[in-house]
């Protein structure tokens, strides 16, 4: 699931906001920009019971910032980061 489909759900949405402390309006953001600060990520995964996960938030660099989670269930394969 990407970030945008992950945070389309109003009730997670809800939730997030809730849970942590967010505007409606930040989420919306975030999805524009299709990531989410990495402060918010754990949080997101807890107030949602895991139906967010910190890899569909971060897609492209959630292996580098919490390579715990490489081996859990459901991850996928990390991507490669390009030179720039």
């Known amino acids: 699931m990407e970030i945008k489909h992950a945070l389309d759900n109003a009730a997670i949405r809800a939730a997030i906001c809730a849970s942590i402390g967010v505007s409606q309006q930040a989420?919306?953001?975030w999805k524009?920009?299709?990531v989410v600060p990495v402060?918010?990520?754990a949080a997101?995964?807890?107030a949602?019971?895991?139906a967010v996960?910190?890899?569909e938030l971060r897609p492209d660099d959630w292996h580098?910032?919490?390579p715990e989670l490489i081996a859990a269930e459901g991850a996928p394969a990390p991507t490669e980061k390009r030179a720039a």
Request: one cysteine or more.
């Open 53 to 55: 996960r910190r890899w």
């Open 32 to 34: 524009s920009r299709g």
């Open 64 to 66: 580098l910032i919490w």
């Open 39 to 41: 402060e918010h990520c």
């Open 27 to 29: 989420i919306t953001n």
């Open 48 to 50: 949602t019971d895991r």
């Open 44 to 46: 997101i995964e807890l």
